[in-house]
């Protein structure tokens, strides 16, 4: 290319302050041709995976980390030579990533882009990568634990060792096994190495199916060691195995990198148990006029196509219970020492996701009527478990509901999500015996637990607020008389 200059591309934060992100996938390689907004790779944040679109036409020189890679914002991440001679000052523009789907053309004139995105261009820290193992000869293959044959090849053929890693240069995108990234997390925790795995899905793709396939077939020569009982297969397996104490030892643990979802649900955790007196109140309530509303619900045709679950009653009944003590809705402003009262509800669905738990919500919730807030729910529902929830779905909560009763779980006591003031646990709904019009009967009955920021929410407020829901979900005609 004549009379062109180097661009470099730098890692932009893709969300509201986020320093860092992993990148998951490269979708160009050196030698490729770009155009301005063409998507060239995929970077996971503490939010959400999300594509990066780059903002000139060119050619790809060189690709600065490999996939897997953790890099700090501002940090350049792709060379790309362009000609013209653009200015170097224009290197520190950026253009905000696009949703995955539909990624969002930038202007024409590329020299007239402005920085877009919020702490973009501001980090020099170094990067972290993620540690990477080489090649080893057969036998000590046998003897790599279960983290090893994770990065090194899969262990289920330890007499054909796998080519040796090249973790300096950049992998080459046609050979890496294509799959989503809740599934790249799956084969991670399990110690499946995706490149050994069979494609089920459209054009190649990897599925969660196909990862639990692998492990099903790795675990099959175990299943029929001699006198190995599959009860405890570890008490045994000296025996049945008379392996290598190194080899026994090794595979007995599994250490999985703190990054992503998980490593911000931590700090968030961490931040609000240590800054926020936690207190929580308990109520078992019999719901078992809830339970017949709903199937009713499921029958009515202005429900048609949606969700209607339990869940919809118990959030409307906390919306009907917000509005009737309204103070609970409110946040601690630490540095104007003020309590905030929000006069909108954003309801928050805490939801267990293949990356880690995140809290997406509803924004005006308490303005939905109960067809649009089943419309929601389903919506944040089937977007959490896609692992498509955008980082904008995830901020700006009020209050929150998570339900461990899908898990079989009574109840609990859930701690608070940063910047709120109040979240309500649901337990299993169970058939248990109960005082109903002076008989003792079966009936539906669950426990709900709500925590709250004792600085801001007092003990009667906090009561009345369970209490309030409790009633609604014994009794779902208030729903019309309260609301």
Known sequence: MTNASVREFKMPDVGEGLTEAEILKWYVQPGDTVTDGQV?????????????????????RDLHFPE???????????AVEVAGGAAPA?????????????????????AARQPVLVGYGVATSSTRRRPRKQAQDPAAQQAASAVQSELNGHGAAPAVPPAPAAPAAPAAPAQRPLAKPPVRKLAKDLGVDLATVTPTGPDGVVTREDVHAAVAAAQAPQQTAPEAPPAAPAASAPAAQPAAPASYDSARETRIPVKGVRKATAAAMVGSAFTAPHVTEFVTVDVTRTMKLVEELKQDKEFAGLRVNPLLLIAKALLVAIRRNPDINASWDEAAQEIVVKHYVNLGIAAATPRGLIVPNIKDAHARTLPELAASLGELVS???????????????????????????????PLLNPGES????????????????????????????????????DGELGSKVLADVAAVLEQPKRLITWA
């Open 40 to 60: 060239v790779c995929e970077v996971e944040t503490a939010k959400a995976a999300v594509e990066l679109p780059i903002p000139y036409d060119g050619v790809v």
């Open 68 to 78: 897997g890679t953790t890099v700090d914002v501002g940090t350049s991440i792709i």
């Open 90 to 110: 224009q290197e520190e523009a950026a253009v905000a990533p696009a949703p995955a789907a539909e990624p969002e053309q930038p202007a024409e004139q590329p």
């Open 383 to 413: 977007t959490a478990r896609e692992g498509k929830t955008s980082p904008s779905a995830m901020q700006g909560g009020t209050v929150t509901i998570t339900n461990v009763g899908v898990f079989g779980v009574d109840t609990g006591t």
């Open 422 to 457: 109040a979240i309500l646990a649901v337990g299993a709904i169970k058939p248990q015996p109960w005082v109903h019009k002076g008989k003792v009967k079966p009936r539906q009955v669950t426990t709900l637990a709500l925590s709250f920021d004792h600085r801001l929410v």
